[in-house]
């Protein structure tokens, strides 16, 4: 399935047709690697993947300090995307990750003791071993701020809204960051999955991938294969968007299904700013469609279903 193209380099008028199309159709859509400077983007990934070179014990050192910690490394099979949906049952994913906060950006709110916000900004940890992984990171994360602040202005106009009518409810966002590694699997299980079919939570995520296929999004057709495409980023709308338009933007359904190569990707996950009130916007209200969701504030919302990932044990 080939997703469409919004170039933040092209006229802004196109910008906003594109970007209308793709919210509408899939929620799913590309933007040129070169949105950030190239050096910025292959340091990162560099940096990722000696993490997750590194062995075991390191990096365990930096895994959740305890169960529902935000940030840190999450081992093999102890996340399960699927559960963010209800299905408790679900076996954990086929892979390993490596998260950080919004404490990566130049401007971010400190944590107040006390304050319910202290969760999401609990400090990010760093791998000992690898000094340059945090400022290649930081660099990486406040690059993909900046491109998701122009994309959340596209999308206002594309929703007929003044171009600023995010930046309050975005100006302190809870953005996360995560790696993940997805080991070889020639001989999975039959409903193994790398990723469990699950929604992103917030507004938008910007993914990048290697060549490794495996991505896949549902429609009314069934599951469809995303080509891998390593000079793309990928993004996706996040349940926000969808609360935010009235279901008239999509927050589509997406896994990723197992394979013989291992696979690497890093996900930097857009929200809005902890006390947000996420509801219907003005031009997303009909007299014949009321609201289909419930006014929620976005930071309790996000940490309700982060927490549902894992067991109450930790697992």
Known sequence: MDLGLVDLQSARSAQVVAMRSACEELGFFRIPLTSIEDGIAADAWGQARAFFSLPVAEKAAVGFPEPGYP???????????????????????????????PDCDIDTLPATRGDQSAWIRSPSLW???????????????????????????????????????????????????????????PNPAPSALRAGAHTDYGTLTILRTDQVAGLQIHTDDGWWDVPPDPDMFVVNLGDTIAQWTNDRWRSTLHRVVPGPEPRHSMAFFHMANWDSTIECLPTCRDGDEPPRHQPVQAGPWLMQKFQSTVDSDGR
């Open 127 to 185: 791998p000992a071993r690898l000094p340059e992984l945090r400022p290649a990171w930081e660099r990486y994360y406040q690059a993909l701020a900046v491109v998701a602040a122009e994309l959340m202005s596209v999308m206002a106009e594309a929703l007929e809204l003044p171009a600023d009518y995010f930046e309050p409810f975005i100006d302190h966002p809870i953005t996360s960051m995560r790696a993940l590694h997805y080991p070889a699997a």
């Open 71 to 101: 940030y840190g490394y999450s081992e093999y099979g102890l996340e399960a995307l699927a559960r963010s949906l209800g299905h408790d049952d679900a076996v954990g994913d086929m892979k390993e990750s490596f998260s950080v906060g």
